[in-house]
């Protein structure tokens, strides 16, 4: 069975969806943060501390592109993964969801989590802004989305389950 990825702002429920999704359809889980923390030995800060968002962003990339062929897994990933077009191609060629939700709603499910670096500044609000707005286009362009802000993570799930059954059925 082809995977799922999920894509989105940070706080749009990527992880928790993606955790919930899995367990529904019988799939793995896996978030591509984490298994770059991981991998890194380091907290995603440290990382952009230590090294910065461009050597973040490449291993995210090598990431997508190693686990682009996995099977029956659900992949949650880093809200700027859609930064690099080579990743949209990666995304674009596989089932991908955008999690979409007004930025007031996301801000608030993130404003104190001090784990996002790119919000350690400050003025969080207005810099979280600028980069959602940055990045909308990019998340609009994929094929399928789903509302997060008004519904259950679970909803969120099934409306997914939902939209993979009808994508796959019709190639059977």
Do not use: H, W
């Not at 490449?58 to 686990?67: F, R, T, V």
């Not at 682009?68 to 993964?81: D, H, K, L, N």
């Not at 670096?117 to 980069?131: A, F, R, V």
Request: with cysteine; proline share 2%.
């Amino acid at each position: 069975m082809n995977s799922i990825f999920l894509v989105g702002f940070m706080g749009a429920g990527k992880t928790t969806v993606g955790s919930i999704l899995a367990k529904k359809m019988n799939f793995s889980f896996y978030d591509t943060d984490q298994m770059i923390v991981e991998e890194e030995s380091k907290e995603i800060v440290d990382i952009f501390q230590a090294d910065g968002e461009e050597y973040f962003r490449d291993l995210e990339s090598k990431k997508l592109l190693n686990i682009e062929t996995s099977s029956s897994t659900v992949f949650s990933t880093g809200g700027g993964i859609v930064l690099r077009k080579e990743n949209r191609e990666v995304l674009n060629r596989n089932f991908t969801i955008y999690l979409k939700a007004p930025y007031d709603v996301i801000f608030s499910r993130i404003k104190e989590d001090r784990s996002r670096p790119l919000l350690n500044t400050e003025d969080p609000y207005n810099t979280g802004l600028k980069i959602f707005e940055s990045r909308r286009e990019l998340y609009d362009s994929f094929q399928f989305s789903v509302e997060t802000d008004s519904i259950s993570p679970d909803l969120v799930a099934d409306k997914i389950c939902d939209l993979y059954k009808k994508k796959y059925e019709k190639r059977t």
